[in-house]
């Protein structure tokens, strides 16, 4: 079954970034997110490399008005499932398989977000319907001028690149014609998470929701 462009558009062009965030504890995922809301970050992505990613994910969702969070580092069936259950409205992968593309079949109304690091991976993804992708790792497979010399002969993939990008670095990924938004961890990583600072997170949120490209 094709993505549903339109749905994993909407989700990719709700703010010029999405945060990618790794949750250690629960409890200050509800925080976290409110923090993110208001500096005008609603999509937000937990990555599912901590034991207890999917409760953060259940809270948020539960908790968070305006809040769209999504689940990242999905590469089983298993985990697409319960991330679906926790609240998930979308779906992250940091590549892609025939089984994972099967069970996002399955569930066609939560996108997913595959990623892809080369010219025939983006090609295979075209060929199953997927034409919204995750650029990843961004910087390490290329960077913007690689991302950019696919824009020509793969034309229908728009990407969100994640990996390495920063505040910096973001504005010349967002110019690309090829890009909807980006992806990184800058905004509330561990550390700030840690340490409860939100008004520094909603500060960073909100310099991020103004990017734009150049």
Same mark, same amino acid.
């Given at each position: 079954m094709p993505q549903n462009i339109k749905k994993t558009e909407a989700i990719m062009t709700a703010a010029p970034v999405i +945060?990618? %965030?790794?949750?250690?504890? +629960?409890?200050?995922?509800? $925080?976290?997110?409110?923090?993110?809301?208001?500096?005008?970050? $609603?999509?937000?992505?937990?990555? %599912?490399?901590?034991?207890?990613?999917?409760?953060a994910i259940k809270l948020v969702a539960d908790n968070v008005e305006g809040a769209i969070p999504g689940a990242g580092?999905?590469?089983?069936?298993?985990?697409?499932? !319960?991330a679906i259950s926790a609240g998930s409205q979308f779906i992250v992968s940091p590549g892609a398989t025939p089984r994972l593309l099967d069970i996002a079949d399955a569930f066609a109304d939560v996108p997913l977000l595959p990623g892809a690091a080369t010219a025939s991976e983006v090609m295979y993804l %075209?060929?199953?319907?997927?034409?919204?992708?995750?650029?990843? +790792?961004?910087?390490?497979?290329?960077?913007?001028?690689y991302l950019k010399s696919l824009s020509s002969? %793969?034309?229908?993939?728009?990407?969100?690149?994640?990996?390495?990008v920063s505040l910096d670095k973001a504005p010349t990924y967002l110019g690309l014609p090829n890009v909807l938004c980006?992806?990184?961890?800058?905004?509330?990583?561990? !550390?700030?998470?840690?340490?409860?600072d939100w008004a520094g997170i909603e500060e960073r949120a909100r310099a991020a929701a103004a990017l734009t490209g150049r």
């Amino acid at each position: 079954m094709p993505q549903n462009i339109k749905k994993t558009e909407a989700i990719m062009t709700a703010a010029p970034v999405i +945060p990618v %965030l790794i949750v250690e504890d +629960p409890a200050k995922a509800v $925080p976290m997110a409110e923090a993110l809301v208001r500096g005008g970050l $609603p999509v937000i992505e937990i990555t %599912l490399r901590t034991e207890r990613a999917l409760e953060a994910i259940k809270l948020v969702a539960d908790n968070v008005e305006g809040a769209i969070p999504g689940a990242g580092t999905v590469m089983t069936a298993a985990q697409y499932e !319960k991330a679906i259950s926790a609240g998930s409205q979308f779906i992250v992968s940091p590549g892609a398989t025939p089984r994972l593309l099967d069970i996002a079949d399955a569930f066609a109304d939560v996108p997913l977000l595959p990623g892809a690091a080369t010219a025939s991976e983006v090609m295979y993804l %075209l060929e199953r319907g997927y034409e919204r992708l995750k650029f990843f +790792p961004a910087e390490q497979a290329g960077g913007a001028a690689y991302l950019k010399s696919l824009s020509s002969p %793969l034309a229908a993939a728009k990407f969100c690149p994640t990996g390495g990008v920063s505040l910096d670095k973001a504005p010349t990924y967002l110019g690309l014609p090829n890009v909807l938004c980006v992806g990184g961890s800058w905004i509330a990583d561990a !550390k700030a998470i840690a340490n409860e600072d939100w008004a520094g997170i909603e500060e960073r949120a909100r310099a991020a929701a103004a990017l734009t490209g150049r």
